[in-house]
């Protein structure tokens, strides 16, 4: 599953990301870091803007990436999914370092587990319609889908 997230809001760089999936965010470094405490969140991957990759969880086990969601029927999507956060915004253009890091990521989880296909790679719009908006209209799906042919 494919989401995007910047913190502040907009902003690129810095440990707030980091912080935010360790679950020690600094609710005073930013007015609207309040609203963040106690949320446990986390996710698999981390693409930064620069193309850095940093893994939060095992791709074993759980992470808390999706909420509420839906998935061809199934619900609680973080029970069986894996999530990949790319740094960014619904607006903003992802990176040329972004989209070849996903690209090698994406192919080395579809090699490791088998029941991956392309078929089953989604935004955190699909699985959360009208809650989330994530990974956005910046997002170029066909881009993306033809690396991984």
């Known amino acids: 599953m494919i989401h995007n997230i910047s913190l502040p809001a907009g902003c690129f760089g810095g440990e ?5 999936f360790k679950g020690c965010i600094d ?6 870091f309040q609203e963040l405490v106690g949320l446990e969140v986390s996710a ?14 095992s791709c074993d086990d ?61 935004g955190h719009s699909d699985i959360a319609p009208g809650r989330k908006t994530d990974p956005g209209l910046s997002f170029d799906w066909p881009r993306y889908l033809k690396s991984l042919a």
């Open 44 to 57: 698999h991957f981390l693409i930064r803007r620069d193309g850095q990759v940093t893994q939060y969880v």
């Open 27 to 32: 609710a005073d470094a930013h007015p609207s």
């Open 62 to 122: 759980r992470a808390w990436h999706a909420g509420v969601s839906e998935f061809q029927g199934r619900q609680q999507c973080n029970d069986f999914s894996i999530g990949i956060e790319l740094e960014g915004a619904d607006d903003i253009d992802y990176t040329c370092q972004q989209y070849s890091q996903l690209q090698r990521l994406t192919l080395a989880l579809l090699e490791q587990y088998p029941m991956l296909d392309s078929n089953r790679i989604v």
């Open 16 to 20: 707030h990301i980091d912080a935010l």
